[in-house]
């Protein structure tokens, strides 16, 4: 296992990332944060965070489970754990932040587009991810990138974040360790 990112360095980078949002939307109050669950969820409140710090709007957050818009829902398990939406916002006309921790395939992304059709149709959605580690199999990319990292196929990126893991930084591992 390699440390690719501390927390600290998780941290700056989400940081770095707000002020970006910040910087190329002059009407912020306009957009709302939409995290994709599991890790996506926490990284949109600390982006949330931190764009209300910067610019004191409070930017509605919304919280999207893409599982029942998986193209390998077979693959996952005989019963995989769906957990709930929650966009309490309207999304039609609104830009869009769409937040994750790693950007692979692009296929939870295509998911995830699926999903916030369903709530409407937004003006404009942007891709937000911590890391992008490449081996795209859809033309999908992400307007904000923390990190890009050049990986293997046998490799794996993991982000590990309260509250969902027990501790906090970006590693790089190998498949099946």
């Avoid at 940081?15 to 949109?44: K, M």
């Avoid at 599982?67 to 309490?88: E, M």
């Avoid at 890009?148 to 974040?161: C, F, G, L, Y």
Wanted: proline share 5%; aromatic share 4%; no cysteine.
């Amino acid at each position: 296992m390699q440390l690719l990112m501390t927390n600290q360095e998780m941290e700056r980078t989400l940081l770095r990332i707000s002020r970006d949002l910040v910087e190329s939307h002059p009407n912020i109050e306009e957009a709302a944060l939409v995290g994709i669950r599991r890790r996506g969820v926490p990284l949109a409140r600390r982006l949330k965070r931190n764009i209300e710090d910067l610019t004191g709007h409070r930017l509605p957050l919304g919280i999207l489970d893409i599982n029942f818009y998986r193209d390998d829902l077979s693959l996952v398990g005989p019963q995989p754990i769906v957990g709930a939406s929650q966009l309490d916002f309207p999304v039609t006309g609104r830009t869009l932040l769409l937040v994750d921790d790693v950007l692979y395939t692009g296929r939870t992304v295509r998911a995830a587009l699926e999903s916030l059709l369903d709530y409407g149709r937004p003006k404009r959605v942007e891709l937000v991810v911590l890391v992008d580690r490449g081996h795209r199999e859809l033309p999908i990319q992400a307007d904000y990138v923390g990190r890009r990292v050049d990986t293997r196929e046998d490799q794996t990126v993991d982000v590990h974040i309260a509250p969902v893991d027990q501790d906090e930084g970006v590693f790089l591992t190998r498949k099946g360790n």
